[in-house]
């Protein structure tokens, strides 16, 4: 059983203040003291001090694990006013004059013991002093695959990374509390125990903003978890292996989420667990915890005496870990283990040791976060960072270095079926991406260097087209910034038929045989750009919209009956300039509104 509570509330009972004056003299909000009183919360060292010293016992007899704890005399009603009889102005000087009296030479001698302790404090703990890292910091800075999120002193919330799906547009400049990023969203508390979103899904978004009263939040890839006074767990998001299923759990005191699990800690320290995650069969042995992360490879799991524990699938890794101390904060990838100690210093177990440097040159860190492929650390002014940086999740002189070169020499070339794109080489590349913009992008990815060959098919003639090239590197190197060119696409005629003299070269083309490709079911869209391709001026062309054709179904404008040119058809560039073309193509019928909402 927890203790801790009860002699909170009775110390703060017998004295006679409020919450909030407690609150204020631990320095932290309300909301938070009134969370040590219910059990929903656990003070930090620095707090614990702060309680002691209002009430004048010793530290371990808050720690201690029963319900003793020393009440001394006071003085006054239900006040705010810190009078203990005891301890008065009056009664402590009163006190001190006559034990001088009484003891010169022992009070001198007591003086300079006094002297002597307090220089050896200061010199010992001049570069040993723990930082004020508490929960409130640590819930400060949240990370995915792709971006980064933190709050910094004003509670403006700063987003960095990827933000095609608009997860780091429209943040709050303040009143925010504690962040968590999903896959592609942002999850914000604010002061007012409210939840808002950014960047996720309409019938999950809704639901967020419903929550009220809510102390903690937390979030996985794709789901989240709320906690509110009472004790009660909220869920919403993608559920596909149960790592929704705790929403309704109550008497909850702690919530954490990571990929595809969710974790809730109950009022008497035992741990309730769904999804899927590697280390879960572990948790039966747990009765309580201060913080757990997860990736595929890795379960980290803090411990309430400052210690951690490693599950993964080889159980020799991260050894090392399982020794660090006086840890507040952890984090894992999938090939690294690091946390956060009570002075600033960022630990990571991992095989790469410039990752390893650097990281300890770290200071003065008061929260970690990290995702699959990088560990972000925030100083409350700067994010450091490393790790892949594909998405300018964070800025490091060292990652800035080790980007890769473009690639050079690039060729393009084409024959009547594909377009090829050939270039050299780039040291230390692990591979290469090659992309076309086709309207909606058409990707390949190469090892290793070979001429990459794109189908011409639904190209279309004196049409530019971006083919972008980039250089792909691994954990020491980060991809290189995309080389882009613009192709201009033509069908060149028959060399057979080229001449240097122009005149000639002008007859060769009025006689150029054209075969008359697919023309059935093409978009209408298409269909005209074909025609002007072939010469057909507009006023020989005329269309008409049709419904009752088997191939038109009310969502595709497809040409459906031709008269004028047939597929197959071989004709002169003279002779089809002068052709007259009537299509038909199918009917786009828009739908009714109301019925569209009925069957969302």
């Known amino acids: 059983m927890n203790y801790l509570p009860n002699k909170l509330l009775k110390l703060r009972k017998h004295y006679g203040y409020s919450q909030s004056k407690v609150a204020s003299v631990c320095g932290v909000d309300t909301l938070k003291y009134m969370n040590y009183e219910n059990g929903n919360d656990i003070p930090n060292y620095p707090v614990i001090k702060k309680l002691a010293s209002l009430y004048h016992v010793p530290v371990e007899e808050i720690f201690r694990n029963d319900d003793k704890i020393t009440l001394h005399e006071a003085t006054g009603s239900t006040t705010d006013d810190l009078n203990i009889a005891y301890f008065t102005k009056k009664s402590v000087f009163r006190d001190i004059k006559n034990f001088v009296m009484r003891n010169k030479l022992v009070t001198g001698i007591i003086f300079a013991l006094l002297v002597v302790i307090l220089v050896l404090i200061i010199v010992l703990n001049k570069s040993n002093k723990p930082l004020e890292i508490v929960r409130e910091n640590i819930s400060r800075l949240s990370s995915s695959s792709t971006n980064v999120v933190y709050i910094d002193d004003s509670g403006a919330v700063i987003g960095t990374g990827d933000n095609s799906n608009g997860q780091i547009s429209l943040l709050p400049s303040s009143g925010a509390i504690k962040v968590c990023e999903g896959e592609g969203f942002t999850i914000i508390l604010q002061e007012d125990g409210t939840v808002s979103s950014i960047g996720l899904l309409s019938k999950y978004a809704e639901e967020v903003e419903d929550w009220s009263s809510i102390t903690d939040i937390a979030c996985g890839d794709n789901h989240i978890l709320a906690l509110d006074t009472s004790g009660r767990v909220f869920s919403t998001g993608e559920n596909s292996n149960k790592q929704c299923e705790l929403a309704g759990t109550r008497n909850v005191k702690k919530i954490f989420a990571f990929d595809d699990g969710s974790i809730v800690v109950n009022q008497d320290g035992g741990l309730i667990f769904s999804g899927s995650f590697i280390g879960s069969s572990s948790l039966k042995n747990y009765d309580d915890i201060l913080d757990i992360d997860g990736s595929d490879n890795v379960l980290t799991i803090l411990n309430t005496d400052k210690t951690i524990d490693v599950y993964t699938k080889n159980t020799d890794n991260y050894l090392s870990a399982e020794g660090w101390n006086s840890i507040v904060d952890v984090a894992c990838g999938n090939d690294f283990v690091a946390a956060l100690d009570e002075y600033g210093k960022v630990h990571i177990d991992i095989e790469n040791e410039k990752y390893k440097e650097e990281v300890s040159s770290w200071n003065n860190i008061i929260c970690i976060a990290a995702s699959d492929d990088y560990l972000v650390g925030y ?55 090659v992309s076309i913009d086709l309207g909606t992008g058409l990707n390949k990815t190469i090892d290793e260097i070979e001429t990459v060959k794109f189908d011409v098919t639904n190209m279309q003639e004196g049409t530019s087209y971006k083919i972008s090239i980039v250089a792909l590197g691994d954990d020491d190197y980060l991809d290189s910034t995309p080389y882009e060119t613009n192709y201009l696409f033509k069908t060149e005629t028959d060399d057979s038929k080229k001449d240097d003299d122009k005149d000639d070269k002008e007859d060769d083309e009025d006689e150029e045989i054209i075969t008359i490709g697919e023309i059935q079911k093409l978009p209408k869209a298409q269909f005209d750009s074909y025609l002007a391709y072939l010469g057909i001026p507009e006023k020989n062309i005329s269309a008409s919209e049709i419904e009752d054709d088997p191939l038109c179904d009310g969502s595709n404008d497809y040409v459906v009956e031709i008269a004028g040119i047939s597929k197959d058809e071989k004709v002169t560039r003279s002779e089809i300039s002068k052709r007259k073309v009537k299509y038909k193509y199918c009917k786009i019928v828009e739908s009714d509104p109301d019925e569209q909402d009925l069957e969302d």
């Open 379 to 433: 100083d409350g002014r700067k994010i450091y960072g490393v790790g892949k940086n594909k998405y300018k999740q964070f800025e490091t002189e060292e990652i800035k270095t080790q980007i890769l070169p473009q690639v050079s020499n690039v060729k393009i070339s084409k024959d009547e079926d594909y377009l090829y794109v050939s270039f050299d080489g780039v040291k230390n590349a692990t591979g290469y991406s």
